[in-house]
């Protein structure tokens, strides 16, 4: 029998684990090397701030006392008492000691500061303690002042006048418009009636919420209204596109009948504009645009009327009519027409030419010869005039009694009527911010959406339709009752940009008053008494104010914040 003897188990044998490495003590840590070089950097800022090296600034902050302890200044006060010890009383007597060397550090770190600073030896306006944080404290009171002055020189609480014709007009802000689309019943009342009856909000009795106002400002008078023709802008009606429907204005006495009644409005604008009523009113044919304005808009002392583009033809007309007009854009200003007591000058101007084809004839030259120069004169001459066909150039300024003359003259003008196309038969457009007879009351369409632009949302506002510079002032006024930021983008119509041109361009000749193409004016004096004299215009008071001001230059853009307008 054998016996199996059970060996004891052998544990296992253990293996001695190394300690951690252990960071040699002239190695640095990572975080302790980022904060070095933040000071670092920091110390360069300061430098360059003040002017002076990094060596000079690590030079004159070092304490001239480091082994001094400054005392904490938030430790509770301790109240010297009296006492037998001797411990207590040595105590008692260094801690005067103590404070004077604080104050004395104190004061030598201020030195520094002030030094670097440079406001080395210069007296305090203030009875406090100077210190570095009143220092900076008022000197960022006075960067705040100093970009408070620059943002009111960029920007402007009025708007500037321009007499630019829209097409369309479009609002952004991130905040949602008040306005929607969705009229009460008593909201569009509210509207019509304040528009045509030109009533202002202070005087009360209607309903002032955003949408009854917002609807008054998109309101215009317009004639003729054909609803199957668009009528504005004149120079895109028909591109592209066959009418299928017959043009009922292809009759003789449809034709008639329009031009009749088209007279009459033009007749009825014309008396509002004299009696000043009406502060301007659009006339849109088909190769022209002509704005005419009451006296008093813009400084302006009598009733004016710009008419561009023009042909060489048609300022031929106008001179054969006897209506007496300047170019105030054209770089060689001359006088195109004169008046009827103006004939010595034509007399004089005929003789000079006859003496001096005489004296050619008598030193030999041929008559076939005379007449060729001649012709080349006349054809130099037409060149001349036809590189300003069609262009801002070609503007004309009519003012005073001549005004009348210009309104005879597109009465009876049979060339501004189309005789070919969609519009044929049809008078020009006529576009006013007052009723007139025979105006119909229109309104702007109007489309709201939310657009992203560079990962932002923003709300979007548009409005279409012929855009009167009136409504430009009165869309972004009301906005700015309930929108503190918003811009706006304008589609102008370009051939009317030339209108806020020769007015600016005029207002800027009314120094020189030996320039006969310049407007009379009334002055500065004058313009309170032109602003009582256009209250009934229909105009709101604030907008009439920037009317009779010379505050014009064209704009494509506008940026509201801060309670500032800035315009580009």
């Not at 008692?92 to 104050?103: C, I, V, Y």
């Amino acid at each position: 029998m054998s016996l199996n003897v059970i060996s004891p188990r052998k544990s296992p044998r253990r293996v001695p684990v190394a300690p951690p490495p252990q960071t040699p003590p002239q190695w640095k840590k990572p975080e302790d090397v980022m904060n070095l070089h933040r000071l670092r950097l920091k110390r360069n800022a300061l430098a360059a701030r003040m002017g002076v090296s990094p060596k000079a600034v690590a030079k004159e902050l070092v304490s001239p006392k480091p082994a001094a302890k400054r005392k904490n200044p938030f430790r509770k006060s301790e109240v010297l008492t009296p006492s037998p010890k001797k411990k207590s009383c040595e105590t008692s007597a260094r801690l005067p000691m103590n404070r004077k060397e604080d104050s004395e550090w104190e004061q030598q770190n201020d030195e520094v500061l002030f030094k670097l600073l440079g406001l080395e030896g210069k007296e305090p306006s203030f009875s406090q303690d100077l210190s570095f944080l009143t220092l900076s404290t008022s000197a960022s009171v006075e960067n705040e002042t100093c970009n408070n002055e620059l943002s009111v020189q960029k920007g402007s609480r009025t708007l500037p006048v321009d007499w630019t014709l829209r097409s369309k007009i479009k609002f952004y802000s991130r905040k949602p418009f008040v306005w929607n689309q969705t009229l009460k019943l008593c909201e569009e009342a509210s509207g019509i009636t304040g528009f045509v009856r030109c009533i202002q909000n202070e005087d009360g009795g209607l309903d002032t919420s955003p949408n009854a106002t917002f609807h008054e400002c998109s309101l215009y008078w317009q004639h003729p209204n054909l609803p199957w023709l668009e009528l504005f802008p004149r120079s895109k009606v028909g591109k592209g596109e066959q009418v299928k429907m017959p043009l009922l204005t292809a009759y003789p006495h449809v034709r008639d009948s329009l031009h009749r009644d088209w007279s009459e409005s033009f007749r009825a604008l014309l008396q509002l504009l004299r009696a000043r009523h009406c502060p301007y009113f659009y006339v849109m044919a088909n190769s022209f645009n002509c704005i005419f304005r009451a006296s008093g808009i813009n400084g302006c002392s009598q009733t004016n009327a710009l008419v561009n583009p023009t042909t060489r033809g048609f300022r031929k007309l106008l001179a054969a009519d006897g209506v007496a007009f300047s170019m105030p854009l054209c770089k060689k200003v001359k006088r195109v027409s004169e008046e009827m007591g103006d004939d010595d000058e034509e007399l004089e101007e005929s003789e000079a030419q006859t003496d001096a084809t005489d004296w050619l004839a008598s030193l030999g030259v041929d008559a076939e010869d005379l007449k060729k120069m001649n012709s080349a004169e006349e054809m130099f001459s037409f060149k001349t005039e036809a590189k300003e066909e069609g262009k801002d150039e070609s503007l004309i300024l009519v003012e005073g009694t001549e005004v009348n003359a210009l309104f005879n003259f597109l009465i009876n003008c049979k060339s501004i009527v189309a005789t070919a196309g969609p519009l044929t038969g049809v008078p020009p457009t006529l576009l006013a911010p007052v009723a007139f007879t025979g105006g119909s009351l229109m309104s702007l369409k109007v489309r709201q959406s939310t657009v992203c632009i560079e990962n932002e949302s923003f709300h979007s506002m548009e409005l279409r339709g012929p855009i009167l510079p009136q409504a430009v002032h009165y869309l972004c006024t009301t906005l700015t009752e309930t929108s503190d930021d918003f811009s706006v983008t304008l589609a102008n119509l370009d051939v009317t940009k030339a209108f806020t041109s020769a007015t600016a361009h005029t207002l800027s000749a009314q120094g020189d008053t030996n320039d006969v193409d310049s407007p009379a004016k009334i002055g500065k004096g004058g313009q309170a008494f032109s602003k009582e004299g256009l209250n009934d215009c229909g105009l709101k008071a604030k907008t009439l104010t920037s009317f009779c001001s010379e505050n014009v230059s064209i704009f494509d853009s506008i940026k509201y914040s801060n309670e500032l307008f800035s315009c580009s």
